[in-house]
């Protein structure tokens, strides 16, 4: 299992989300953050003065097993991307557990529905 997490502009979450839900990738955790980045000058957007460091951001936490790492990743990077410095980053490492509390399940098994509880879970 992998922890993905990425920190991406805020303005590019709804498109981000989507391409997850896509890929199939619907379970995830999210918060807004601040930080500081390399660049030190400011640009000219539509005649305003911005900086990059000051752009907000939204950080996406994923654990995800092996097999959907690469999907994730290029799901990320597609609806992410401006071409424009301050895109954001993304960083995988690997996750030793996961326990489920509700049923004490561990690993791979804990991450997600099991297909007879979908089907508690929408009725």
Known sequence: MKKVEAII????FEDVKRALHEAD???FTYWDVNGVGKEKEGHIFRGAVYEANRIQRRMLSIVVRDHNLQRTIDAITKSAWTGVIGDGKIFVSDVEDVIRIRT???GPDALYLKED???VVLS
Do not use: G, H, L
């Not at 502009?9 to 590019?12: D, G, L, N």
């Open 117 to 119: 509880e979908k089907s």
């Open 104 to 106: 004490q399940e561990t």
């Open 25 to 27: 990738i619907d379970f």
């Open 9 to 12: 502009r805020k303005s590019k």
